[in-house]
């Protein structure tokens, strides 16, 4: 999912949704037993006592701060083996780097959507998708037209793209209405009861889509499907999210720069590259600092493969046939201070919190009650776990998240923006949530 630019100017998916949803936000400690066993079952801990106190030590490290700039990898990692890669593996060899790598398609073979919208020929299914979705309107991206370092979209019937997408080929891969590309469709927030894929174990910690999911309002779960030749532009994922990605059929070229690596792109008017293969950026006189950054890391990921994006790497993404495929954003403990530090950047880029939230979707106040939906979330599980003498579900994974979020809303609290906002019709106040979560996690780590 794209950002819309800065004060390039263009405004982001939520436009500051969380805000007229706060008065739904009301996931207490004291909530009935059927909603706290529905508020439990996401939190089920693959985080062992062991993990745990390796990704402690390493945060404690940071000592509140996010990893620093670093140069891409020489090549990515490929995972092959589904049962010789645990949970704890990612953890240490990505999550905690904040390091790219590719799942081979062993790890996606189950799911529904490989099976039912492909051709024996591993091409897409038009005939299945327009007989389950066909009526169903999706957004469609213009991949020939720059709207500031995006694509103007429109919203069409699926059925309308797919005679698009077959005119196209037959076209020779050409049309006067230029390379359209379906993108950011909501489909399963829209059809839950479809088999369409398992969720890995390695991203089952997604914050994001626990938020909305609780909500009952919203996800960040995509799919995207277009010709060969659609792209998206040089950019990085909302709110600085985690993002996976595999694709249902069809291949995509990646194009990765880690976190720092973007600043040596930008123009010199300070403005990030729209196509970081343009010839332009050859241009000293243009890109002044081009010179600087490294080359990226280039990634062909294949059908079934599934591509894991680390917070704040800047990427561009080709597909080389025609394509589908499923796409998460997500948050959680491992990357929350990325977040945090990004809507920092943003406001003092703005100044002004309503711009602010144009630009990235959110604001402090709003970050708060995604914190706090979480965090009493999780209260739940330690306190229950506590009764059950550390029996609970979820207790490791409970308190490593409890931890994280307890030093980025001890950040939020502190911040002289966040202080002006008046907190008294909160149905927690920040600092007693704040105490709550101290409590909890000193328990936690009680010998």
């Given at each position: 999912m794209r950002v819309g630019p800065k004060a390039q100017g263009l405004v982001g998916r939520k436009r500051g949704a969380l805000c007229l949803?706060?008065?739904?936000?009301?996931?207490?400690?004291?909530?009935?037993?059927?909603v706290r066993r529905r508020v439990l079952r996401p939190v089920r801990s693959w985080m062992d006592r062991e993990t745990l106190a390796l990704a402690d030590r390493h945060f404690r490290g940071l000592g509140g701060g996010?990893?620093?700039?670093g140069q891409a990898p020489g090549r990515v990692a490929f995972i092959s083996e589904p049962g010789a890669f645990s949970y704890a593996d990612f953890v240490r060899g990505f999550l905690l780097p904040n390091l790219p790598c590719v799942f081979s398609s062993a790890f996606t073979q189950g799911w529904g959507s490989r099976r039912r919208w492909v051709t024996p020929a591993g091409r897409p299914d038009f005939d299945h998708l327009l007989r389950t979705y066909g009526d169903v309107v999706v957004p469609v991206a213009n991949c020939g037209v720059q709207e500031y370092n995006s694509n103007p979209k429109e919203h069409m019937p699926l059925r309308d793209y797919i005679t698009y997408w077959k005119?196209?080929?037959?076209g020779g891969y050409s049309s006067p209405r230029g390379c359209l590309y379906l993108k950011d469709w909501h489909l399963c927030r829209d059809f839950p009861v479809e088999d369409v894929f398992t969720l890995p174990v390695y991203?089952?910690?997604?914050w994001l889509n626990e938020f909305w999911d609780a909500l009952d309002v919203d996800d960040y779960r995509f799919v995207y499907a277009g010709p060969a030749g659609s792209w998206s532009p040089f950019h990085a994922d909302i709110f600085r999210s985690f993002s996976w990605s595999v694709n249902v059929c069809g291949r995509k070229k990646w194009l990765l720069f880690p976190p720092g690596q973007e600043e040596a792109l930008r123009d010199r008017h300070g403005n990030l590259p729209y196509d970081v293969t343009s010839p332009a950026l050859c241009d000293t006189h243009l890109h002044p600092r081009s010179q600087l950054a490294g080359p990226p890391?280039?990634?062909?990921?294949?059908?079934?493969?599934?591509?894991?994006?680390?917070s704040g790497w800047h990427h561009q993404v080709h597909n080389l046939d025609d394509t589908i495929s499923i796409n998460h954003n997500w948050v959680n403990g491992f990357n929350l201070a990325n977040m945090w530090r990004f809507l920092q950047q943003e406001l003092c880029a703005v100044?002004?919190?309503?711009?602010?939230?144009?630009?990235?979707?959110?604001?402090?106040?709003?970050?708060?009650?995604?914190?706090?939906?979480i965090a009493e979330k999780r209260l739940l599980v330690l306190r229950e776990a506590a009764a059950e003498d550390g029996g609970g579900l979820g207790f490791e994974q409970?308190?490593?998240?409890?931890?994280?979020?307890?030093?980025?809303?001890?950040?939020?609290?502190?911040?002289?923006?966040?202080?002006?906002v008046d907190t008294s019709a909160f149905s927690v106040r920040p600092k007693e949530l704040l105490q709550q979560l101290r409590e909890a996690v000193d328990a936690a780590v009680a010998p």
């Open positions: 949803l706060v008065s739904r936000l009301v996931l207490t400690v004291s909530a009935p037993a059927e996010v990893p620093g700039v005119e196209y080929i037959e991203f089952s910690s997604d890391l280039e990634i062909t990921q294949e059908a079934g493969e599934m591509v894991f994006v680390p100044q002004e919190e309503v711009i602010m939230r144009s630009c990235s979707g959110i604001n402090f106040e709003e970050f708060y009650h995604f914190l706090k939906v409970a308190a490593f998240d409890a931890g994280r979020i307890t030093e980025v809303l001890a950040s939020l609290v502190a911040h002289p923006n966040f202080q002006r």
